[in-house]
């Protein structure tokens, strides 16, 4: 997940946004996760974009809270799965085999929800593991039965799920112990922080993340020396503006193509 600023969309604006929906300005650019190891891209995460008629090009954190409030989320995260989605199952058939992460806010998490998605997914004839579920800060997870069964659905059909944002929100180590994970990601502001307790603590998660069988992907990698910290940690997998920002479809099919 990002978050950076850009124009401002008024409260009240939830109509102007379900319309963008309806008219397809709703779309979706790709940020590679890359493999710490190898330096090669892996992942891409489908990050939401609106291309507003007037404003020009808008960024989630301006648009997302309103659709939070408003629930409008659901029609967000559906159309990103389903654009995103069809491009990546097209790329695998041309032989660019890469995976695909896309936001999912704990509102959602509900057996039905998860049904649809594997019923998605199963359509795009995506192999197993190739789809990850990350499951955004906000609002925070209550580990309910019905959030956990849709979880655990997700896991069971193949689809992996992803505790996103790590060390910047509701989510504790005890947390990482319990809930159904296949992944980890440790979020930029412990990479931004230098203190000796920010190791601490993304050292434990990983930690914790590799006992349970779980990848952690390191966010917000800048520079060399963010690298560096990444690989210290422990961590399997970098995103960040060191190796890419995110891209619309034909540049991150681009990038693909030569990686």
Not at 75 to 104: K, P, Y
Request: with cysteine; proline share 5%; charged share 25%.
């Amino acid at each position: 997940m990002e978050r950076r600023a850009s124009h401002p969309i008024a409260d009240g604006s939830a109509e102007e946004l379900r319309r963008a929906v309806g008219r397809g300005e709703l779309v979706a650019f790709f940020q590679p996760e890359y493999e710490l190891a190898t330096g090669q891209p892996v992942v891409v995460e489908a990050l939401c974009r609106w291309l507003h008629p007037v404003r020009g090009l808008v960024l989630p954190d301006r648009f997302i809270p309103v659709a939070e409030r408003t629930g409008l989320i659901g029609d967000l995260s559906r159309a990103m799965l389903e654009q995103a989605g069809r491009r990546v199952a097209e790329w695998h058939r041309h032989g660019r085999h890469v995976g695909l992460a896309v936001n999912v806010s704990p509102t959602q998490l509900r057996p039905d929800f998860a049904a649809t998605v594997l019923e998605f997914v199963r359509e795009l004839a995506l192999p197993a593991g190739t789809v990850t579920a990350e499951i955004t800060e906000t609002p925070a997870l209550t580990e309910s039965c019905e959030e956990l069964e849709a979880l655990q659905m997700l896991i069971d059909g193949g689809i992996g799920v992803s505790v996103d944002d790590f060390g910047a929100g509701f989510t504790s180590i005890e947390a990482l112990r319990r809930m159904p994970l296949t992944e980890v990601k440790i979020d930029r502001s412990l990479m931004r922080d230098h203190a000796p307790e920010a190791d601490a603590l993304a050292r434990a998660a990983v930690e914790v993340a590799h006992e349970r069988g779980a990848v952690v992907v390191a966010e917000g990698i800048e520079t060399a020396e963010d690298l560096d910290r990444a690989r210290r940690w422990g961590c399997d997998r970098g995103q960040g503006f060191y190796y890419s920002p995110a891209l619309p479809a034909a540049e991150a099919e681009r990038l693909l193509s030569v990686a």
